[in-house]
């Protein structure tokens, strides 16, 4: 059974950074194809994808968040960490963790229930 | 990158009503085309993968056609449980993914 959850804070300030963490089980990044990816959500608004990591370490990010954006893994523990820096409270979002892989057609095909990151002062 | 857009952006129908929503490529795609359902305060389930095949354990009465830089995700009887939001999303080639604006399904 696949499953994916994200932790991290609940509120950040801004300027500052966010770090969040994918934890995972029924799969491991050591096994050929599979790649990790964050994607956000506005309140209200679309899905936005942000990063993905693959299991040789290959990293990718989006056009415009690219400067902002670390994405890294820990295979021993199943978890991939997502840091994004200068936060402003446009990045007030869900941010989601799901599974993607190569064999296949890439789509998202495991979710986590994703978690609410407000960015106030 | 790669637009996707969505239409419409909202949709009323009723119970049993034959719906179909349309997502454009701002350029060809092949088949790496994704459709998602998203109910509130949960997270996007896949429907749909390459373009066509039915994600295992999604009723029938979805079904996605299309190729190019054209798709369209069809219901072919609405139930109750299916008003929600819809995404179509492209995975083509090298990152960055995109997602359509999305397709609120509401009940007339």
């Known amino acids: 059974q696949v499953t994916l959850k994200e932790s991290g804070p609940a509120l950040v300030k801004p300027t500052q950074t966010l770090t969040l963490t994918c934890t995972f089980s029924g799969f491991s990044l050591s096994t050929g194809g599979m790649r990790v990816n964050w994607i956000r959500q506005p309140p209200g608004k679309a899905l936005e994808w942000l990063a993905r990591?693959?299991?040789?370490?290959?990293?990718f990010y989006s056009t415009s968040l690219k400067t902002r954006l670390t994405i890294s893994k820990d295979t021993s523990k199943n978890q991939v960490v997502l840091t994004m820096t200068n936060m402003d409270p446009v990045d007030t979002a869900t941010y989601y963790c799901a599974r993607t892989h190569s064999n296949s057609w890439d789509e998202f095909d495991y979710w986590g229930q994703g978690t609410l990151v407000t960015v106030s002062s | 990158d790669v637009q996707m857009t969505q239409s419409p952006s909202s949709l009323s129908a009723s119970v049993g009503d034959r719906v179909t929503i349309t997502c454009r490529a701002s350029?060809?795609?092949?088949?790496?085309l994704n459709w998602y359902q998203q109910k509130p305060g949960k997270a996007p389930k896949l429907l749909i993968y390459a373009a066509s095949s039915l994600q295992s354990g999604v009723p029938s009465r979805f079904s996605g056609s299309g190729s190019g830089t054209d798709f369209t995700l069809t219901i072919s009887s609405l139930q109750p449980e299916d008003f929600a939001t819809y995404y179509c999303?492209?995975?083509?080639?090298?990152?960055?993914?995109?997602f359509g604006q999305g397709t609120k399904l509401e009940i007339k």
């Open positions: 999303q492209q995975s083509y080639s090298i990152p960055p993914y995109t």
């Open positions: 990591i693959d299991r040789d370490d290959d990293k």
């Open positions: 350029q060809t795609i092949s088949t790496y």
